[in-house]
Structures are given as C-alpha cells and as structure tokens.
C-alpha cells in the first residue's frame, strides 16, 4: 500500500508549507514529494501541472537557504490515470538548510520525524553543522547570519587593511556556501563570547576592587581589554643619586602577547569567558582550551604552534597584531630576561593558563641595603664608580652578562639590571642575543 512514511510525503495540492518537507528531506536522508495525492494515499491529481511545478521551483529557490535547488528534481507522472507533480529530494551536502526569513533556529530548520516534518532541536542543529563542517568551529557555518561589522571594519581601516566581501571570502569569513561562518560571528558585533576582568586587593580572590566584562567583536575586546589592563599597569619611580628610574610592573610586550594568546588560541566551541585577573603580585590569564592533540607544554615553551583556530590567527597575522606563529611564549620569557621573577605557564585537558609576576612588587621584596630605591644615600659617585666598574669588566671580558655584573661588584640581581639598562639606554652599552644568550657589548 502507498503510504506516507520518513522518505514519503502526500500533499493534495499545493501549500505554503511544502518547502519545509522539502528543507527536511534535505537535511534527512531525502524523499519524495507527491502533490496531487491526499493523506490517507487518494489520488486526486492536478490541474494545471506546470503552474504547480512552477510554484514549487520558485518556493525552494527564493526561500530555501543555502541553495537547494541541485539536489531538488521535478517531474510529472500519472497516478491512477491523473496527473501528479513528483518532487525527488536528495540528501544535501551543506546542511542545515532553513528558511531564508527565519534563519539557523528550530522555526527555520525542519527534518522528517517519522512520516512527519517537525522544527529540529539545537542539538539537531549543531550535529548537522558539525558534521558539514568538520571539527573546526571557526570554519563552520554561524548559526546566526544577521551579522554587522562595524567595529570590525573599523579596526581594519585603521590597520590599512581592505575588508570587503572579497577579504572576507579570502580570510574565510564567508564559507564556500556563501553563508557567514563562526569565524564572522567571532568578528560581528554579535559575538556573545566574552573576556571577563578583575581586579583584586591583595594576592587572593577574596576583595574585588574593579571588575569589567567585554563581549562583541573580538576585535573590539583586544583594544578594550589591553586599555583596561594597562591602567592597572603602574608605573613606580625608583632613586638612583638625583636620578629617577619609572618602571611599569609588567612588561608591556608581556601583557601584549599574552592577551592575544588568549585570544587566539582560545576554544571557541566552549561559550565560558576568558579570565584575566589581576592582584598586588601578579596577572593571571585564563582561557578554555587546553593544548592540542599531540602538544606538550614543553613543545609550547620551544616555539612549538599548532594552531586551533588558524583563520582567526591569519586574520590577525593580516593585521599586524601578531608577526608569526609561535612566537608569543618566547616573547613573554624574553620579556622578563632582566628579572628575578619569571611568567609560569599551566596547562590542564580544558584550559591554559599564563602568570605574569609583577616586577614591582618582587623587586620591593627582595631589596637588599645595595639597591637603589627612594631616600637611599647611594651617592651620584658611587653610582659612577660602579657604571665605570661594568664599562671596565666589559672591555677586559669583551662583553658581559648579568651575573657579571653581580659577581664583580658584589651587588644584587636588581641592581646589576638597573645599572645595565642605564648604560644601554645611554647608549654606552648595547644588547644582543635573547634570552640565555643576551650579552651586553661596548657601544663603540
């Protein structure tokens, strides 16, 4: 008997409602539509075959999203001496197809539930974006394609940088089914992922003195929270004789790279918000997203990148924001070579965490009679003699580092780099090499 079932569907004529059968077939396992056949499987027929045909044709193209029409077939057959229009759906390659007015939500997406077509679940939703889309979730298609990029193009016009429908096919904003994809979401003023900031009394998560959450364009949140963090970022004035040292508690290049870390690297599948907090002694950076298959953090420490988000990373490279893959880690230790305290970098399954000391604060720590700070009675001479000092251990040993320095005149860590960077930034000295292998030569 000829009866409605999964791949089945009888409509006595023609309804609105029929490019939603055929938006579940698609996104099922496809079927066949009969108009012309009532529901308990009576022929009636149609009476003008072409017009009907017509209508079906312009529903799937004009309200079906993405483009249906390759895997629709229509024709006409005769059904107890009538004529039926026969419409053959096969199962499509860019699921999940909706309706262009109601877009990726279950009122827009329909599959066959039984011999029905009924709304599909979220759950249902996701599966068929991911299995569509592969595993990456910036590659995938967004499920909500009434997207703005004000801020974004903002951004790029400040960076010099084209941003139109032609950059946004290249850097994969727009998927190959000319949809939006998650990385456009990330991107749009739209993005509900979040950065949340705190601040702190003390070492402890017990007094909050400030706190911020950012949400919108990924892009937005960079500039947003680099500004906020940088206010927190104190700049503390340090007496050498009648001179004055200002040095800021974190390196700025620090704060830098570590954010776009968190950034870039982030797992975007998760919907929790990055946490950056910030207390008396140090700056933590929380992301989502532990280390990728294969990585370990010794890898990590190497320069090792294998990147999750790689769209998101060459949009940013495209930027400017970052100069190559890999590289942030490195630039975070280098950043702290001059210093005592160093950046501890933590990894679990789901998350990743970078510390970042506060160079201030661990300086006043460890003060030693030896260090130059406010009030002290160190002389201008005696702060000459020991800038001769180096200068003269430099020339006999061709160059030096700082442990030379510490061992030569006796003096603690701090002091050795506070007399380093004077003589650096007047230009008697000059650095090269990074990390283990910064040196420090005569400016001849």
Do not use: W
């Not at 993005?191 to 911020?212: N, P, Q, W, Y």
């Amino acid at each position: 008997m000829f009866v409605e079932n999964k791949t089945t569907e009888f409509k006595r004529e023609y309804v609105e409602d029929i490019k939603n059968t055929i938006i579940a077939f698609a996104n099922c396992d496809g079927g066949t539509l009969y108009i012309g056949v009532d529901d308990d499987g009576t022929v009636y027929g149609v009476d003008d075959v072409d017009g009907t045909m017509l209508r079906v044709t312009n529903a799937v193209r004009d309200a079906v999203r993405p483009d249906i029409t390759m895997f629709v077939e229509f024709r006409s057959d005769v059904m107890d001496e009538k004529p039926v229009v026969c419409v053959s759906v096969q199962r499509g390659t860019a699921r999940p197809y909706y309706l262009h007015g109601k877009g990726i939500r279950p009122e827009g997406v329909y599959v066959r539930q039984g011999a029905s077509t009924v709304p599909a679940t979220d759950a249902a939703i996701l599966h068929m974006i991911k299995d569509t889309g592969g595993d990456s979730y910036e590659a995938a298609r967004s499920l909500n394609q009434q997207l703005t990029f004000n801020k974004a193009a903002d951004f790029f016009q400040k960076r010099k940088v084209e941003f139109g429908r032609t950059q946004m096919r290249t850097l994969h904003l727009i998927g190959e089914d000319d949809m939006y994809t998650n990385l456009a979401f990330l991107l749009s003023e739209q993005c509900t992922h979040m950065i949340k900031l705190a601040v702190f009394e003390g070492s402890k998560k017990s007094v909050f003195k400030d706190r911020r959450e950012l949400s919108g364009s990924l892009l937005e949140q960079l500039e947003e929270a680099f500004d906020y963090i940088d206010r927190y970022n104190r700049t503390r004035a340090e007496f050498s004789g009648l001179d004055r040292l200002d040095m800021r508690d974190y390196p700025t290049e620090a704060i830098r790279e570590a954010l776009l870390n968190a950034i870039v690297h982030r797992d975007y599948s998760f919907s929790g918000a990055a946490l950056i907090s910030i207390f008396e002694d140090r700056m933590e950076f929380v992301t989502i997203g532990g280390l990728v298959k294969g990585i370990t953090l010794d890898d990590v420490k190497l320069g090792v990148s294998v990147l999750r988000n790689e769209y998101l990373a060459n949009t940013f490279y495209r930027l400017r924001l970052i100069e190559a893959y890999g590289t942030g880690i490195l630039k975070i230790n280098e950043c702290y070579d001059d210093y005592a305290v160093k950046p501890i970098i933590e990894t679990t399954s789901n998350a990743f965490k970078i510390t970042l000391p506060n160079t201030n604060f661990h300086a006043e720590e460890q003060k030693t009679p030896d260090n130059f700070k406010t009030g002290s009675s160190t002389s201008v001479t005696k702060k000459e003699e020991r800038m001769n000092a180096v200068l003269e251990l430099c020339r006999d040993k061709g160059s030096v580092i700082r442990s030379d320095i510490e061992m030569a005149l006796g003096v603690s860590q701090s002091t050795a780099i506070l007399l380093l960077r004077e003589l650096t930034d007047e230009g008697v000295l000059m650095k090269k090499g990074k990390t283990k292998n910064l040196r420090y030569y005569e400016n001849k």
